[in-house]
């Protein structure tokens, strides 16, 4: 089975950037019309993933997200949809393009010069051209990712 791929309504932006996080296809716009939303959904084959339930009612592909909290709008997605499975830092957080390893230097030029004298490893999105290390804010994604990843294989303690 396919890992289904989202789009989110405008006020699931975090919620959006932390599934891109974890690797899952999750398309985001700051401005949409629940029309354009519906459009993309049909024509891409995407779930719309929203809190509106009029959107949901109009829509054949559409998730109500329930959960208030962002960490269980994330596992509640993951689990709605039996993602077990995370393929983290593989997206671009802003645009959702798949990222790819780059040589050093090839970007040398844009990046700090602290992070060029720490770092050897890159990645680069190939759409918005945004680099990717494994900085001071991997620790704490590291962890986010981990939680996340754990408490998916976990069962949710109901039976």
Known sequence: MDTPKFVADVHLARLAKGLRLLGID?????YIEDRD????????RRVILTKD????????????VKEME?????????????????????????DNTPIRPVAKWMIEDSLPL???????????????????WHGTHW?????????????????????
């Open 26 to 30: 999750t398309l985001y716009f700051s």
């Open 70 to 94: 962002y960490f269980d709008q994330i596992l509640e997605v993951m689990r709605s949809f039996s993602i077990l499975r995370c393929n983290p830092l593989s997206r671009c957080l802003m």
């Open 53 to 64: 339930r009029r959107l949901c009612q109009e829509s054949r592909r559409c998730y109500l």
């Open 114 to 132: 602290k992070v060029k004298r720490a770092y050897k490893e890159f990645w680069i999105c190939p759409e918005c051209q945004r680099i990717y």
């Open 139 to 159: 620790e704490r994604m590291r962890e986010f990712i981990r939680e996340v990843c754990d408490e998916i294989r976990e069962p949710s303690g109901e039976e």
């Open 37 to 44: 939303l519906k459009i993309i959904a049909q024509k891409q």
